[in-house]
């Protein structure tokens, strides 16, 4: 079975381009998660959809981010403008169900000149 | 107080050594309890779920849950250079679905 796949795998961009991360859940999952890791945090939850609508977007960091999930198959991430500070490895993670585990992608590591 | 703390180690073994890993939480509510396993610029792998307390093995994996004293441990036997990576730790409560809090992860090294 395919993952969670996302891509790009790896983004190098300056300072106050618009970054777009993009997540294809596994299918068949009804729950999406945005993550952030950095060395310093762990991993951070930024957003969570349930069948396509956003439900707590509480740890989006500033109004710079913003996500949408315009289908159950497809899901991005935009940073715009990006800034030095953003620089770290974003996750997407879905489930099938509220009382099963999320299962991640391999990120996509981000860095901001 | 972070709601779950997690030892960074490093923490470096010999081959077939017994490995513990650890985490403590401050949540009485927390039900549900996750350890993944992340290789180096991979994503976090599912290891082990449980929910409640007790104790759950799968292989050489055995996952405990001690809720009285909020404290949660992932033991490794017969330990092998292929688990070496970082071990995270995670858990929710029941009604709160979507919060999984996170250990920050412990970085583990099996020399061989």
């Known amino acids: 079975d395919a993952g969670v796949i996302q891509s790009p795998r790896h983004e190098v961009t300056e300072m106050g381009q618009e970054v777009t991360l993009r997540c294809k859940p596994i299918?068949?999952?009804?729950?999406l998660f945005w993550y952030r890791q950095t060395m310093m945090r762990g991993l951070e939850l930024l957003i969570y959809f349930n069948n396509n609508v956003p439900i707590d977007d509480s740890g989006m960091p500033e109004d710079r981010f913003s996500a949408k999930m315009p289908n159950a198959s497809f899901s991005t991430l935009k940073i715009q403008p990006s800034e030095p500070r953003d620089s770290a490895v974003y996750f997407c993670a879905s489930r099938w169900t509220a009382n099963q585990p999320q299962h991640f992608g391999d990120g996509t590591r981000l860095s901001i000149l | 107080q972070k709601e779950v703390e997690q030892d960074p180690g490093p923490l470096s073994v010999p081959e077939g050594a017994i490995v513990s890993l650890n985490c403590t939480y401050s949540?009485?509510?927390?039900?549900?309890f996750m350890w993944y396993r992340q290789y180096s610029r991979k994503g976090p792998e599912l290891l082990m779920y449980t929910y409640s307390s007790g104790n759950k093995e799968d292989g050489r994996f055995t996952a405990q849950v001690d809720k009285s004293s909020k404290y949660i441990s992932l033991f490794i036997r017969d330990s092998q250079p292929s688990d070496s990576a970082t071990y995270l730790c995670?858990?929710?409560?029941?009604?709160?679905?979507?919060?999984?809090?996170f250990g920050t992860g412990t970085s583990l090294t099996v020399i061989p």
């Open positions: 949540n009485s509510a927390f039900q549900y």
């Open positions: 299918s068949g999952h009804n729950s």
């Open positions: 995670a858990m929710r409560t029941k009604n709160t679905g979507n919060q999984f809090y």
